[in-house]
């Protein structure tokens, strides 16, 4: 699907339809069949969706996984279907939750959203509850708890204002457990309700503050800063004994002391987050890619702020920046896509970001991607930096107009060498002569050198070993994710397909050069009715 970027409220409303034809399994090769549009609520307000980053940096041992929401010490298959229709409200959205096992997902789950006991709010239509999901624990009682973003949610009157909901672990998982929902209305909150801003549309978790506790950070993109409409905030809710709350909540925005740039109309400051220890300090610093940053005498879009723990007193402890003018290949809304790993073998973390509207090959929006190695001072344009695209020697395929390589990203130890790899999406990606049926790549690090090419995995839906059969429309890849799903050390990449009947995730093991697992799931697999088409199923995948 072509990338079109409206500007202020026009693009918070908007929906993401994609039509074509498509198939309804998961597993073998069946005949392929006609489908309806699915939407994506406000998927196109980013260039993929959101990619919600989860990286641990407390020295905390009480502290759950992220996504073990029942402290057995296996993380839970957690996945957003944001089109879902729930008690008759087309796309009001909800959340599945698969028990992880010593052999996967469970076949059951629980399905949580604004018609489940004890969820505040009652289910409306286009709510997108489950647009974006983050888990940590934000209590360190030894369960995790996860954050839902409702970006489209109505607060009184005001359409498109958003919410958020914590819903908080205990011994039997999340349903039916403590939860809790702040939007710019709840008392002690920081922020105004306003039409269209799309309140916690993006997430990313880690200790902020350094005081072994887990804080939340949350984007708003379209938020208005010093009167600069869409030029972005950020919230972050600290962790406590007791959780999360509304008095332990702080809103920086481009104004902030040590945080970079000026706020300007379009910068969309918060679009997608990550927490990471760059600096190799021990304390954990915030990241935002600013995608629509104009940088001054240069056609280039796209900033990464830096802002470095801890954040005490409103504010970082000091900032860093990196635009895309001086990196030379990138400059087109940098950070469509974002995630942190390790990737190579010393102490400092790594930043990857995607680049997914670039230009490769005089091919528009073929796609790129930017590896940044931390270092003692952080995060450099200039140096330690690596870019791959479909030109790149040992990435198969070729640029295309609008294949939005890297348009998802995320990472984890794939192959167990104690090394974080990194998996990719390209959406819209033609395979054959099915257009958008999208595809997937794996890019392995290594202890010397990060990330490289050697052993890379393309995977897509006619890759042998892989459920289904290519189809327009399927958009494979739309989202990645990453998750120990059954316990054994070694972290699996999860690719969605939100466009694929009611949409799919494949869980896939892989090692250099081998995909040596895929197995596909959709609602029906989970012990669900088979979903409608529409649900978008894989919208929103763990971290």
């Known amino acids: 699907m072509a990338e079109e970027r409206a500007s202020g409220a026009e693009k918070a409303a908007e929906l993401a339809e994609i039509a074509g034809t498509g198939h309804g399994t998961t597993a073998g090769k069946a005949p392929r069949l006609r489908r309806r549009a699915w939407l994506a609520g406000v998927a196109l307000l980013a260039c993929a969706g959101v990619v919600t980053t989860v990286a641990l940096v407390s020295g905390s041992t009480s502290a759950a996984k992220p996504y073990d929401f029942n402290g057995d010490g296996i993380p839970d298959l957690t996945v957003g279907l944001p089109g879902n229709t729930v008690s008759s409200k087309v796309g009001a959205g909800s959340v599945i939750i698969a028990n992880g096992t010593s052999t996967g997902p469970a076949s059951t789950a629980v399905r949580i959203d604004q018609a489940s006991p004890g969820v505040p709010g009652d289910p409306e239509t286009a709510d997108s509850f489950g647009q974006s999901v983050a888990s940590c624990d934000f209590d360190n009682n030894g369960y995790a708890d996860l954050a839902v973003s409702s970006p489209m949610e109505a607060i009184g009157d005001v359409e498109g204002a958003g919410m958020l909901t914590v819903h908080y672990g205990a011994s039997g998982g999340i349903y ?85 740039g000026t706020p300007e109309v379009g910068d969309r400051f918060g679009e997608q987050l990550a927490v990471a220890d760059v600096n190799g300090d021990g304390v954990g610093d915030l990241i935002s890619a600013t995608i629509g940053e104009q940088i001054t005498g240069s056609s280039d879009r796209g900033s990464l702020q830096i802002m470095y723990g801890p954040v005490k007193n409103g504010a970082p402890a000091s900032d860093g920046w990196v635009d895309s003018a001086n990196v030379t290949g990138i400059g087109e809304f940098v950070g469509s896509a974002l995630t942190v790993g390790h990737f190579n073998d010393d102490p400092y973390a790594d930043v990857a970001v995607g680049v997914s509207d670039e230009e490769v090959g005089a091919k528009g ?179």
């Open 176 to 260: 039916n457990d403590t939860t809790e929902s702040f939007d710019e209305d709840t008392a002690n909150y920081p922020g105004t309700v306003v039409k269209d801003e799309a309140f916690a549309y993006s997430l990313a978790t880690g200790d902020l503050n350094d005081d072994g506790y887990c804080d939340l950070a949350i984007g708003q993109p379209l938020d208005n800063a010093g009167g600069k409409a869409n030029a972005g905030t950020i919230k972050i809710m600290f962790g406590t004994s007791t959780g999360l709350n509304a008095a332990d909540t702080i809103q920086i925005d481009q104004s902030t002391a040590n945080v970079p």
């Open 365 to 543: 929006a073929a796609g790129r991607l930017a590896v940044f190695y931390g270092g003692s001072q952080g995060l450099s344009a200039t140096s330690r930096v690596k870019l791959f695209d479909q030109n790149s020697p040992g990435i198969a395929g070729a640029p295309e107009t609008e294949d939005y390589f890297a348009s998802s990203l995320a990472a984890g130890d794939f192959d167990g060498d104690g090394v974080d790899d990194l998996v990719l999406g390209m959406r819209s990606e033609a395979i054959g002569s099915y257009k958008g049926a999208g595809a997937s790549m794996i890019l392995f690090g290594n202890a010397t050198g990060g990330i490289t090419t050697k052993g890379a995995l393309w995977i897509d839906q006619e890759t042998d070993g892989v459920p289904g059969t290519a189809a327009e429309g399927d958009h494979f890849g739309w989202t990645v994710g990453a998750l120990d799903t059954d316990g054994n050390g070694r972290v699996e990449p999860l690719v969605g397909a939100p466009g694929n009947s009611a949409g799919t995730v494949t869980i896939l093991k892989v090692k250099p050069g081998t995909l040596e697992s895929a197995k596909a799931l959709a609602e029906a697999d989970l012990g669900f009715a088979a979903g409608s088409d529409g649900d978008a199923f894989g919208s929103a995948l763990a971290h």
